[in-house]
């Protein structure tokens, strides 16, 4: 049981480049949510997903897309870098059942 | 804009000491939840207070939840090195989707040994 994984742990873009960062879960959790954290500051929500099939926008939506094809992946694209990006980008599940959250070990992110 | 607020933004206590921290937030809500963070690492989840509750425990954490002042308050007893970390609190919105939590800016503990 691995809990929350997400790829990469550390990754260097340049202004203008595309790449998705990966979150996947074992746990069978129905709610996966992406937020990002700011160096001094608390989470910030991107998007969200209540079940396979189902996104939602969140606090920060802009820049980027998601999509909920199963119910253990919820893979983050950003669409074109930006330097106001960089963050450390946290994936998170949680289960109907109890409401608290397992997150993923974060991946820092460094726009250039 | 955060929905939930911790104050303090930072606390400083010696071992064996107790620390509070407290969390406003601005509407209804289903629930709150306190998680903590160690540097450089992902949250880790604590405790959850419903909004129907008042007080709730969990080992050495105390929780509280006042929804008419729309506060809580962590206490930490007997506080050790260990619990050097930040905590958040984050709320689940009265009437919407639980998959919308949304996080306060936290409140940085260092425990002295």
């Known amino acids: 049981n691995a809990g929350v994984t997400q790829t990469p742990k550390f990754q260097v873009l340049k202004t203008g480049q595309s790449m998705t960062l990966q979150c996947a879960q074992d746990?069978?959790?129905?709610?996966m949510s992406w937020y990002r954290q700011d160096p001094g500051m608390g989470l910030r929500l991107i998007h969200y997903s209540v079940g396979a099939g189902i996104t939602d926008q969140g606090e920060v939506p802009n820049g980027y897309n998601v999509s909920r094809s199963t119910t253990e992946d919820f893979p983050l694209r950003l669409l074109s870098a930006a330097p106001s990006q960089t963050s450390v980008y946290f994936c998170a599940s949680k289960s109907r059942q109890r409401l608290g959250y397992t997150f993923g070990s974060g991946t820092r992110l460094t726009v250039v | 804009s955060q929905q939930g607020e911790e104050d303090p933004q930072a606390l400083s206590i010696q071992e064996g000491e107790n620390a509070t921290m407290n969390c406003s937030y601005k509407?209804?809500?289903?629930?709150l939840q306190w998680y903590r963070q160690n540097s450089g690492r992902g949250l880790v989840h604590l405790i959850l207070i419903r909004s129907n509750e008042r007080e709730k425990h969990s080992g050495r954490l105390r929780v509280t939840l006042d929804t008419s002042k729309k506060s809580s308050s962590l206490l930490i007893t007997a506080s050790r090195a260990a619990d050097t970390a930040s905590y958040f609190c984050?709320?689940?919105?009265?009437?919407?989707?639980?998959?919308?939590?949304?996080f306060g800016d936290g409140t940085t503990l260092t425990v002295k040994p």
């Open positions: 509407t209804s809500i289903n629930n």
């Open positions: 746990m069978n959790h129905e709610y």
């Open positions: 984050a709320t689940d919105p009265y009437n919407t989707n639980a998959g919308k939590s949304t």
